[in-house]
């Protein structure tokens, strides 16, 4: 996986100035240096680059007050502001304690990673709030909870409520009652009523790309269009975001989520969501899954993050 400071500069302590600013999460570092290469040596001039003029608005009777989110950067240059209210994402899947299971963690461990998030200034607002253009700040993590397992009920309840957490959770209907793992209706359809977000998983939780689509159409569909039927006939809400399975998706796969009505798809790759939604592809949002090994990783990038405006 590539860090996520390859595809944001903005991750990194110093803000990288940047000549505009839609194209600026589409590009890696790389073509960023290239274009600053490019604007500090025009070909018709020999003179060396000059110093940044002082910032006009502290030189006239504004001293003390802080630009927000231009500080560190020259004049010139335009603010990073822009990219600063952001959050990631974060799925967590189960939490029977089992710790031969890569994705599953007791409720002791979910409540350290939480509490450590915390110390660090971190936020969890919901992802609607997160969508919605509702985020404030660097230091916010969205929790979503995949699959319907039976134990995130109690997790819920013991853990992400009595913090102020409001999970979104996205589930694939065929083990929604069926299966032993997984949660039943009341189950699902009591969390729902109390404020968790419920988006759809497929249906099957098959890898619903262009290759499905080839293959067997109707599965392919079956995993968008019945996945929101069914979990919109437990919730009784509309169904607007879709989670997709292992985070497989082709064009194809985008497509088809809005004709069947969705407004988000969730991918796993890393970066933030921004409230300037500008910046957001609602189609392919990124995500990352917590894992028993991958843990120490995202702490280690959320412990960056938090230092990213200081
Ligand atoms: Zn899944």
């Known amino acids: 996986m590539r860090s996520l400071e390859s595809v944001?500069?903005?991750?990194?302590?110093?803000?990288?100035?940047?000549?505009?600013?839609?194209?600026?999460?589409?590009?890696?570092?790389?073509?960023?240096?290239?274009?600053?290469?490019?604007a500090a040596a025009p070909a018709a001039s020999l003179e060396p680059p000059r110093a940044p003029a002082p910032r006009a608005g502290l030189?006239?009777?504004?001293?003390?007050?802080?630009?927000?989110?231009?500080?560190?950067?020259?004049a010139g240059f335009p603010s990073s502001a822009p990219f600063r209210d952001r959050a990631v994402i974060l799925c967590w899947h189960s939490f029977l304690g089992d710790p031969s299971l890569?994705?599953?963690?007791?409720?002791?461990?979910?409540?350290a990673q939480l509490d450590a998030l915390a110390a660090l200034g971190y936020r969890?607002?919901?992802f609607a709030e997160a969508v919605s253009g509702r985020l404030e700040g660097h230091l916010n993590v969205v929790v979503t909870l995949d699959d319907g397992h039976r134990t995130v009920p109690a997790a819920v309840e013991r853990v992400f409520s009595e913090r102020g957490i409001k999970p979104s959770l996205f589930v694939y209907p065929s083990v929604i009652g069926t299966q032993a793992f997984a949660m039943d209706d009341a189950a699902l359809g009591r969390?729902?009523?109390?404020?968790?977000?419920?988006?759809a998983h497929g249906y099957h939780h098959l890898f619903v790309t262009a290759d499905l689509a080839r293959r067997?159409?109707?599965?392919?569909?079956?995993?968008?269009?019945?996945?929101?039927?069914?979990?919109?006939?437990?919730?009784?809400?509309?169904?607007?975001?879709?989670?997709?399975?292992?985070?497989?998706?082709?064009?194809?796969?985008?497509?088809?989520?809005?004709?069947?009505?969705?407004?988000?798809?969730?991918?796993?790759?890393?970066?933030?969501?921004?409230?300037?939604g500008a910046f957001d592809d609602p189609l392919e949002l990124p995500r990352l899954v917590v894992t028993r090994e991958g843990w120490k990783d995202i702490l280690a990038?959320?412990?960056r993050n938090a230092r990213a405006f200081r």
Do not use: M, Q
């Open 59 to 74: 030189a006239s009777g504004d001293a003390g007050v802080r630009l927000a989110g231009g500080d560190a950067v020259p």
């Open 102 to 111: 890569p994705t599953d963690f007791s409720l002791a461990e979910l409540k």
């Open 216 to 276: 067997d159409r109707a599965a392919f569909d079956r995993e968008i269009h019945k996945a929101k039927e069914k979990t919109e006939a437990i919730t009784r809400l509309p169904v607007v975001a879709y989670a997709y399975p292992f985070g497989a998706l082709s064009p194809v796969t985008k497509e088809e989520l809005v004709r069947a009505g969705y407004a988000y798809g969730l991918a796993v790759a890393p970066g933030f969501v921004y409230a300037d």
């Open 191 to 199: 969390l729902s009523s109390e404020g968790c977000l419920v988006g």
């Open 124 to 126: 969890f607002p919901s």
């Open 8 to 38: 944001n500069p903005f991750l990194r302590p110093r803000p990288a100035p940047s000549p505009g600013r839609a194209w600026v999460p589409l590009v890696g570092a790389l073509s960023l240096l290239l274009r600053l290469f490019a």
């Open 301 to 303: 990038l959320l412990s």
